[in-house]
Structure formats: C-alpha cells, structure tokens
C-alpha cells in the first residue's frame, strides 16, 4: 500500500528551507570530478605559498590558456584573453565579453596572501651560540600555532647592485627547514598559567635557523658569520640587502587529502587562495563569455587591504577604466554596471566548539559553497552589506545551474567577526556579494575543507562567468 504524504508534510515541502549534504545528493560521477579536480588544486597551494608565487603560477597557467599581458589603446575582441601584473604581487585577468562592455563586467575578487611570519628588516642574529631570525608576523595568527612545527622561507632579496634573488628553501625532498622553539611542559608552570593570547609573545616568534660557528678562535659573533658566509654563498648576498627584502616564515608541509575517505584537503593558506584558485580555474575554463569577466588576485587582504597591491588601490579601478576606453566606453558607466563576487571563505561549524556559532545561520562542511550576505563585527562593522536584490539574483543563478550552496553568517553576533575585500568593490559602485568555501582552523598553519565544497565554488563561479 502505497503511503501518501500528508498535508503538512506536502506543505513543509513546498515552504521549508532544506540543506542538501553534498555527499547525498551529488552523483558518483559527480564526486569523481570533485576529486580530481582537487588533485590540481593541491598541487597549486603547494606551489603557491606566497602571493608573489601565486601570481607567478597563475600567469604561467594562464598563458598556457592562450591569456597575453594587457596594452592600453588595443582593439580588443569577443573571446581575446589578458593579464594585468601589479608588482607581481597582485594580478588581472580578463576575457572580452560578447556583449557591449558598456553594460558592465562580471567580477570575481579574491586575495592571494595569508598570514606567516616576516622576517624584520634586520632579521639575523646570534643569541647564545643560536642562530635565529626575528619575525614581526603577517595578519590575525594564534601565535601558540607557529611553535615547533616546520617551516620554510620564501621571498625575495633585492642586491646592493641592484639584481634580485628569489628564495625558496625548505619545500623540496633534501632542503633544511627551520622551526620556532616552544618551552617544555616540565618547565612551563608559568606560562601555561597565561592566556592561549599571552602564552607566545610576538618578539619570541624568533626562527632557528643555525647553531654552528665559523672555526676561527678569534672572532666574535662566530654563528651569525657561519651563517652569512652560507648566505653569501648561495645568494651572493650581504647582510645589508636585508634591509631591501621581502622573506617570509611559512608552514613547510605539503596540502594533504584528510580522513580515510579522502573528503577534505588540508593545507597552509586555504583562505584565501581557495577561492582565488576556483574563480581563476573557472574562467581558464570559459567559453567567450556574454558579458566581459575580470578575475581579481589581490595581496594584502591580511592587513586591511591598504598598500599597492591591495585591493583599495587605483589598480583595479585603473584597469576597468583602460578596458572600458579600449571600446570607445566611459570607465565610470562600466564599474556601475557591473557585478562582484567577493570570493572569499568563511568559518565552518566546528563541532568541537560549537558555542561560537549560531547553529541556523553558520555554514557547513560538504554543503557547498556559501554565500555570506554581509560581514563585519558586531554590529555589522566593516561590511558592504549586499543588497537584498542581488542576493537574490545570485541565489537564483545558483539554483538555475544545480550550484550546492548555502548561507553562512561568521559567528554569534557578539563573538567578533571579520571582513573580506568585498566593501572595496562596493566603493567602486559596483554590486557585491561575498560568495566561498568554509573553512575549518582558519587562519591556522593547516586549514581544513571540504572538497566538495571547493568544487562547489568552482561550479558557482563558472555559472556567474556564464550568466
């Protein structure tokens, strides 16, 4: 005998709000190409430790695909392809829309840098026959996370004479790596007295990097020179070009797959370069698109989005207005035309600490990519706030292409917050939404997602280039 639904549970049906788990409702095939696509994806996080070698990566991936670099003035057609490098810290890219520019472009913004630990403008020094760096740390860390764990160091060093070196130690099979040191348990009866917020101290974030002296019984300071001898030898550097260098602390381990099942990706700098990766793959993977769609790298997220290279810069504006001219059209008209989403994550429920978060408006693991309507802290501080009409146009261009997604809000109100790059574009005059994957541990060395969750976003961005 058959059993019919009843009233209510036809009407629930029809007025309730259903999550969908990705793993239920996502086909066999489905979750083949959310594993392989993830495959690709773990390979770029590991090449892709800093923003400077996430633009790198992403110029080389992108020329591969047919993209050249943008010069103002030129003729540019349906399907034409292009890059904008900004310092080689922050980056552009564009395929020319079948449809008038002057109708606006879809935008996708995202940020390529993560927090780590800077080495000071004078970083080398000795201190009882160790050699360390000192690091002033990058962006919002639990300091306790960056103790005794491997680290390797990346950047650039600028010469006396004016050449560059690029530095890349401790991420291959052979390469040293080097640590902060944290203080035993049989002699930590004070500081575990101290907050998880005190119990590191910013001026003890100091890097190992050495501990044996140049053999000479005269001089002093034997370690630090043993060192720079090292340095010198492999970089031609002296201690000076310090001082004109970028070189950062980062986790040395590789992004691994988590759990037997293979379901999540854990890694050093999921946020944000998690939805750079899926909004920049998504157009490498575009037809010519109806309308013109821009994918923006931006560096400094971390620290407020300020400097050069982040996203309040002229960069971005500047280039909208150069394309815009390259039609014969006004700069102004296309930014208020066009449409954003602000590719950044946001903070999965974590079981394990559950009263942060408030249940009904939180996202979830494997239930696909979030949107997060607004951001800020507390009282909504620091946030663009999406209109209720373009929310409501991404929703549907989600639906309409069987995008998994969901809603997300960072936290219980009062517990703190956070922002993204969205309130930048928004100053542009251009709608914005932010739009990502939840993260696990974020801000963490090792930030965990889920897989179908990556997948998810990549799809999402996919529809948004082709709506």
Not at 9 to 29: D, I, N, P, T
Not at 347 to 371: H, L, S
Not at 420 to 425: G, K, L
Not at 455 to 464: H, M, Q, V
Request: aromatic letters at 8%; a negative charge.
């Amino acid at each position: 005998m058959e059993n019919k639904k009843t009233e209510a549970q036809l009407l629930k049906e029809k007025l309730f709000m259903e999550r969908k788990h990705g793993g239920l409702v996502l086909s066999e095939a489905e979750l083949s190409e959310v594993q392989a696509y993830c495959e690709d994806y773990k390979a770029f996080l590991d090449d892709a430790k800093t923003e400077r070698e996430a633009v790198t990566r992403a110029i080389k991936m992108a020329e591969e695909k047919g993209f050249v670099p943008f010069v103002r003035g030129t003729a540019y057609k349906p399907g034409d392809k292009v890059y904008m490098n900004n310092r080689g810290k922050a980056i552009i890219f564009a395929v020319v829309g079948m449809e008038t520019i002057e109708n606006g472009v879809n935008l996708m913004t995202a940020h390529i840098d993560s927090p780590r630990l800077d080495l000071k403008v004078n970083p080398l020094y000795e201190d009882n026959e160790i050699g360390y760096f000192k690091t002033h740390y990058y962006g919002g860390i639990k300091k306790y996370q960056w103790t005794a764990i491997p680290l390797s160091l990346h950047g650039v060093i600028i010469r006396a004479d004016g050449t560059s070196v690029t530095v890349r130690v401790g991420e291959d099979a052979g390469d040293p790596v080097f640590c902060v040191t944290d203080l035993l348990p049989h002699l930590a009866a004070d500081q575990v007295k101290l907050s998880l917020h005190e119990g590191i101290k910013g001026e003890q974030l100091n890097v190992l990097i050495g501990s044996h002296p140049f053999r000479d019984d005269e001089a002093s300071e034997r370690v630090k020179l043993n060192l720079m001898k090292a340095l010198f030898e492999k970089y031609g550097i002296v201690e000076k070009d310090f001082r004109a260098a970028e070189l950062t602390a980062v986790p040395a381990f590789p992004a691994k797959d988590i759990g037997f099942d293979r379901s999540l990706v854990g890694a050093y700098g999921q946020d944000d370069r998690v939805c750079a990766y899926t909004a920049f793959t998504a157009l490498l993977d575009a037809e010519t698109p109806r309308r013109t769609a821009v994918v923006v790298m931006a560096d400094k997220e971390e620290t407020g989005s300020e400097g050069t290279t982040g996203m309040s810069a002229a960069y971005l504006p500047n280039f909208l207005k150069d394309l815009a001219e390259c039609f014969g059209q006004n700069g102004r008209v296309v930014m208020s035309n066009s449409k954003c989403l602000s590719a950044d994550v946001n903070a999965a429920f974590d079981p394990n600490f559950p009263e942060v978060n408030e249940p009904r408006n939180t996202c979830y693991v494997n239930y696909g990519a979030v949107i997060t309507k607004y951001t800020g802290a507390r009282g909504k501080s620091g946030t663009s706030d999406a209109s209720a009409e373009f929310a409501g146009e991404v929703q549907h261009m989600l639906d309409k292409n069987n995008v998994l997604w969901q809603t997300g809000e960072l936290g219980k109100v009062d517990q703190g917050g956070g922002g993204t790059v969205a309130f930048c574009t928004a100053a542009l005059d251009i709608d914005t939404i932010d739009i990502g994957v939840p993260v696990l541990s974020m801000h963490s060395p090792f930030e965990v997602t889920s897989k179908i969750d990556v997948y998810s976003t990549y799809r999402a961005f996919c529809a948004f280039i082709a709506s």
